[in-house]
């Protein structure tokens, strides 16, 4: 982190000699401009500039979260969802690592948020409409492949959940 000192020079003409002084915590360590470097700092206490480090904190996290996602999308291929699409997912149950579901349903919403994408997959059990959230970068998602593609004028689809044959 480093903190920079900002000399107020409209009101302080005696405060320019103290524009090149910056402090870094990194290195302990304090600089001075070499040629004024005799002139006394004690009484003279400077206007310090500190830099807002929640916004570097969220700049970081967006960079280490576009990486995260390029790396997923590098070893298996992720297809474009949108709402309206009737998908087949297969699907590795967690609880047994070497049992593999298939789940087919239309996705009804997407939630873009980098790793965090989701989306909202209804399928009918039984007569019964189901629906199940899934990260779409998630390790247990073993594939996705996109059956059909119906037209729909909406990003969010919940009026589905009234009609039991949705789109089809």
Known sequence: ???????????QPWLAPLTSRWFSTAENRVELDSHNSSAPISDVAPCIKFKRLDKTAKNIMQILDKEAVEDVKQTREIPDI???????????????????????????????????TTF?????????????????????????????KKKVRRAKLYYLRDRMNALK
């Open 1 to 11: 982190m480093r903190l920079e000192s900002v000399a107020c020079r409209g009101s």
């Open 82 to 116: 949108k709402p309206g699409y009737i998908v087949q997912l297969k699907v590795e149950v967690p609880e047994n690592k070497r049992r593999v579901s298939i789940v087919k349903g239309i996705v009804i919403a997407r939630r873009n948020a980098g790793l965090n």
């Open 120 to 148: 909202r997959l209804r399928r009918l059990v039984a007569g019964v409409g189901i629906e199940s959230l899934f990260p779409l970068y998630s390790p247990n998602i073993k594939e996705i492949k996109v059956l059909d």
